[in-house]
């Protein structure tokens, strides 16, 4: 368990670092020409001290709230780091946010300056900037933002910077992150140094041996998830503060995420489900189209038999894989695991998944294939994982213990309770919210979950989502939702049904996973109209929502369903940044579809 820190703030660690060894490898960064250059702990040093003299230099000063707006990048980190080596508050916005969604935000929060990556953020906000009288400041990075900063401040004598370095404190303000809201207007997190720090020091404490490929190597890890959230946020600071080589990639897309696992080679991931889901698919079609599905999927069974087999052991339950298992695994270790290792760059050997429930046969596979994933949990309220599986006992279908130092509670109607150092401070001028979820110092998360005899927690649902029948019956939609998107076919998966007779859902599927299983069967390619249409798609489907159905009562399963032409996105407001469902959006946008259910 990490010691509540008694001095200092988050930016400490790039300068001690700079001086404890100065020619580490921190960072890595892309170039130009995209390939990796190094940047070491004297390099981050220096630019992160002269964007700081450079945000003095214009105006930034101790306490003010500066808007981050862009992909996960380099740059971020820089500012994030300078902001809170004067004293400043970072505000993250997703670069996908609207201009409403953006005023609120920056109103909200009084942000007084702000950084972009291009002209189409800045004209975001420049379309609300006439609301927005305290902001000051609008630095674009593709326009030259950082070299204008460097510039700004070069007069600024480093003591300066030092000055109100010293004068952040554990308890200073870090950083306003918003919840992304599947409901309502987004409420800012109030979160601190302190926060942080306690997360990050106890996930390192306790995880550090894992982020390695293998014992002595440098840890490096690739981030790929938005920056704007905490998952992402959480990442960068444990990396800097726990010496792991941190790149970026700012597309979480499987056909521009892959190549750079490759080339970047990573020792250790941390990513949500969706990555994992692709990185097999690519790796099940591939084999598909080598007419090898046959050994692919029997390699598939293997894995997860042998994995279950190792749970097994490591819990007392049975003597682990039989011999004829072993010698089954090792046949597949070089025709398919290590093929699936190579697509995530070769050197992870362990991942942390969270965001949303991980299906505990995906977990399975990628255990018996030679990656560990330890699933966690948690909100932005707790700053990122509260729960998480331990390295020397993972239980799959769970999202592990609490982390050293936390405490976790199932209230009487269900409702998992969190308390811990890393509990936010509250929502940002909003006492009435705050009371609603901080109770002495508890955090009611809204997610239904319960806890095994070895104090593993299982998420089950959350309470506003909890579907009631007009037969009185409640349904939790998100595990028929997760064992209906299992199928490689499907993409999404909403479960309706409140004040309705039965259970139904809306699916979308994966268009690439459906041209490839159109291209084996020899048919020609289909259009998204046409896809609502196609009987042998639907029998696919139909069997995904059998499958699930097997796992509930007949009063909770899916009676109906109905294949939409074109997947759920952010972009439609439909989907959170984290890539959650926004099911009240959901419901009125296909108000007509989820009515002929009913009919």
């Not at 279908?397 to 976790?408: A, E, F, H, R, Y």
């Not at 006492?431 to 997610?447: S, Y």
Request: charged fraction near 25%.
């Amino acid at each position: 368990m990490a010691a509540a820190p008694l001095v200092g703030g988050l930016a400490d660690a790039v300068f001690d670092h700079a001086v404890d060894d100065p020619d580490r490898v921190t960072l890595g960064r892309k170039d130009d020409a995209g390939e990796w250059q190094d940047v070491t702990s004297t390099q981050l040093r220096d630019e992160v001290l002269a964007l700081a003299k450079g945000l003095l230099a214009q105006g930034v000063r101790f306490g003010d709230r500066v808007a981050l707006m862009c992909p996960t990048r380099y740059e971020w980190t820089l500012f994030d780091f300078a902001l809170w080596t004067v004293g400043a508050q970072s505000v993250p916005i997703y670069p996908t946010s609207s201009a409403e969604q953006v005023h609120w935000m920056l109103h909200d929060a009084g942000v007084t300056a702000c950084m972009v990556e291009h002209e189409d953020h800045a004209m975001t906000i420049g379309s609300v900037i006439d609301r927005l009288p305290r902001l000051k400041r609008l630095w674009q990075l593709d326009a030259g933002a950082v070299a204008e900063l460097f510039e700004a401040g070069a007069h600024i004598e480093d003591e300066v910077v030092h000055r109100h370095r010293r004068a952040v404190t554990p308890d200073s303000i870090a950083t306003i992150i918003y919840t992304s809201g599947t409901t309502g207007r987004p409420k800012g997190c109030v979160l601190t140094h302190a926060n942080f720090m306690y997360e990050t020091d106890t996930l390192i404490g306790r995880w550090e041996p894992v982020f390695h490929s293998r014992p002595g190597d440098e840890a490096a890890t690739l981030l790929f998830l938005p920056l704007a959230h905490v998952f992402g946020r959480m990442v960068e600071v444990a990396a800097i503060r726990g010496r792991v080589k941190l790149g970026h990639q700012p597309v979480l897309q499987a056909a521009a995420l892959l190549p750079d696992l490759v080339s970047f080679r990573p020792t250790f991931i941390l990513a949500v489900p969706y990555i994992f889901e692709k990185v097999f698919n690519a790796a099940r079609r591939k084999a598909e189209t080598a007419g090898k599905l046959g050994p692919f999927d029997k390699a598939v069974d293997v894995a997860v038999r042998y994995a279950e087999a190792m749970e097994h052991r490591a819990f007392g339950l049975g003597p682990g894989p039989s011999a004829a298992l072993r010698l089954q695994h090792q046949f597949f270790e070089k025709l398919v695991y290590s093929k699936v290792r190579e697509a995530m760059g070769g050197r992870v050997r362990h991942a942390m998944s969270g965001g949303s429930g991980m299906d505990r046969r995906l977990g399975l596979f990628f255990e018996g294939a030679g990656v560990t994933i330890f699933e966690g949990y948690g909100l932005t309220e707790s700053c990122a994982a509260a729960t998480a599986n331990p390295p020397e006992r993972t239980r799959y279908g769970t999202v592990g213990q609490p982390i050293p130092g936390t405490t976790v509670h199932i209230a009487e109607d269900g409702e998992v309770w969190v308390h811990g150092g890393q509990i936010f401070q509250g929502y940002l001028g909003d006492p009435k919210a705050t009371d609603a979820v901080l109770r002495d110092g508890w955090l009611a998360t809204g997610d239904l979950g319960a806890l095994d005899e070895d104090g593993y927690l299982t998420i089950t649902g959350r309470k506003k989502e909890i579907l009631k029948t007009s037969g009185g019956k409640s349904v939790s939609p998100a595990g028929l939702e997760e064992r209906v998107r299992a199928h490689p076919l499907v993409a999404q998966c909403i479960v309706v049904g409140n004040d309705r007779p039965y259970i139904a859902a809306l699916v979308t599927v994966d268009q690439e996973a459906v041209d490839h299983w159109l291209n084996i069967q020899g048919k020609p390619p289909l259009q998204p109209a046409d896809l609502v249409r196609d009987p042998d798609l639907e029998m696919e489907v139909r069997r995904a929502v059998v499958a699930a159905n097997t796992s509930v009562s007949k009063a909770e399963s899916i009676r109906t369903f109905r294949i939409l032409a074109h997947p759920f996105s952010e972009e439609h407001g439909l989907l959170t940044p984290s890539l959650k469902l926004k099911r009240k959006a959901i419901e009125k946008a296909y108000a007509v579809e989820v009515e002929a259910l009913y009919q």
